[in-house]
């Protein structure tokens, strides 16, 4: 059994099915590359893995432990990277880190903060407020929280925006660096990222007709959508 | 607690360098107190019979006004997400937060409280009791305002409905704050409106961080 796995998910957003029956696994060292059209799910997938969205089926666990039994242990083993990169303008790149750092119940926060700054060439800016960044500079920030504190699982969502082509091997590396170490690393990319050997999740795949999924599931007859033939129909 | 005074620190350290929430909601409390004598009428004992319903009345709307605030920008910038995905229980953050709140807005409302009681000609009996029924009664602004300001996330012009979710909750802190000052100012205990107060904050302290923190998963979704 793999340690960090999901199966028969569905995930509904508002009354549109985005993807259906779908499952992964993952094993310590693993990267899974998410792909898909937009709006085929990736940045859903991601957030059902750490637990932001609840499955409408199917259940995601950690070592055969679903996910929601134990939120706070799941989130104290996974970072994640979304859209924004939450930096507060009027704090400096090492304040901004410092929270996270701090949430996380880091020892030597200092420390670790310069370890991951040096790791993405921002070292010189720690001082710098937020404002002053350039979004490059601010996506490089966001990374580096990723790396505070000790982690088993990265989830990153679209880690590429924003970044120069030299950034983006840093972050190869990065990625490479934390897969030797028994990390899991899901992500989902347009451009190409030099990651070894990842598998492939086509979300494409997934896209099933919301009529097709409701003929598999029985709904209650109470359930609004179901209650309502010419929205089913859509 | 880890979790508790890192939020609240960063929260202070926020309002530190862009500090005008603070004064902005104490210079909008001094502004509609004074509002009240041109509208009555400068008649001193007009003024020091309604001095503790105005005061009240302008406090509730003071603490409102900054509500919005609360988690609207944390939401915006994606900070909320990762606070409510960082190992901590995410009524820890809230009340971290809601504290923070509590020292930026209803501290400063407390201090600027007697100087607008002497404005309205209030009894300097009613001081000590006025102090300490804001003292009882912001904090509980606070929680019950968080609420709001979390179901509010995601809305437009989420000001004006924070203000309707939360006003009528309010009404309570009113009564009883009003009629503690009130009592003080008859000769009377105020003890019992007092206690009452108490209540309502311990009551708010209790449930309203698993209320918000509730409603802000609810917002991540």
């Known amino acids: 059994m793999a340690v960090f796995s999901g199966s028969d998910l569905t995930c509904l957003r508002g009354e549109r099915l985005v993807f259906g029956k779908l499952s992964f696994a993952a094993n310590p060292g693993d990267a899974i590359m998410l792909r898909g059209r937009n709006g085929a799910g990736k940045s859903s997938l991601l957030r059902l893995m750490a637990g932001l969205l609840v499955p409408r089926s199917g259940q995601i666990t950690w070592n055969d432990d679903p996910i929601h039994s134990d939120r706070i242990a799941h989130h104290a083993r996974l970072q994640y990277l979304g859209h924004q990169d939450a930096i507060k303008p009027v704090l400096s790149v090492r304040d901004n880190l410092h929270l996270w750092g701090q949430l996380r119940g880091v020892d030597d926060i200092d420390r670790e903060i310069d370890t991951a700054l040096h790791a993405l060439d921002i070292h010189h800016l720690s001082r710098t407020a937020g404002r002053y960044l350039s979004s490059g500079q601010k996506r490089r920030t966001a990374l580096a929280r990723i790396l505070i504190g000790h982690a088993d699982l990265w989830l990153l969502d679209e880690p590429t925006v924003g970044l120069d082509r030299e950034s983006s091997n840093e972050l190869a590396q990065l990625i490479a660096d934390f897969r030797a170490k028994g990390g899991i690393v899901i992500y989902s990319t347009h451009i190409d990222l030099a990651v070894k050997e990842p598998t492939l999740l086509d979300l494409d795949e997934f896209a099933i007709p919301m009529i097709e999924w409701l003929k598999d599931h029985d709904a209650p007859a109470d359930d609004g959508i179901r209650s309502d033939p010419k929205r089913a129909a859509q | ?221």
């Open chain 2, 1 to 221: 607690m880890n979790g508790f005074t890192a939020i609240l620190r960063r929260d202070l350290q926020l309002a530190m360098r862009q500090g005008a929430d603070s004064v902005m909601v104490v210079a909008f409390f001094i502004v509609t107190t004074t509002l009240f004598p041109f509208g009555v009428g400068p008649e001193a004992n007009i003024l020091a019979r309604i001095a503790s319903g105005v005061i009240w009345v302008s406090a509730l709307l003071a603490a409102m006004l900054s509500l919005e605030r609360v988690f609207q920008t944390d939401y915006e910038d994606g900070t909320l997400e990762l606070l409510t995905l960082s190992p901590v229980s995410l009524e820890i953050v809230v009340l971290g937060k809601v504290v923070a709140h509590w020292l930026t807005t209803g501290l400063p409302l407390i201090v600027a409280a007697p100087l607008m009681a002497v404005m309205l000609n209030m009894d300097t009996d009613g001081f000590v009791v006025l102090m300490i029924a804001m003292l009882l009664g912001t904090p509980a602004l606070s929680l019950i305002g968080a609420i709001g300001a979390a179901l509010i996330l995601g809305a437009r012009r989420g000001g004006v409905l924070v203000s309707l979710l939360v006003l009528p909750l309010y009404i309570p802190i009113l009564i009883f704050g009003a009629g503690a000052v009130e009592a003080a100012l008859l000769g009377m205990s105020a003890t019992a409106q007092l206690q009452i107060m108490g209540a309502i904050l311990l009551l708010a302290l209790a449930a309203t961080p698993f209320a918000t923190a509730h409603a802000l998963r609810q917002a991540m979704e």
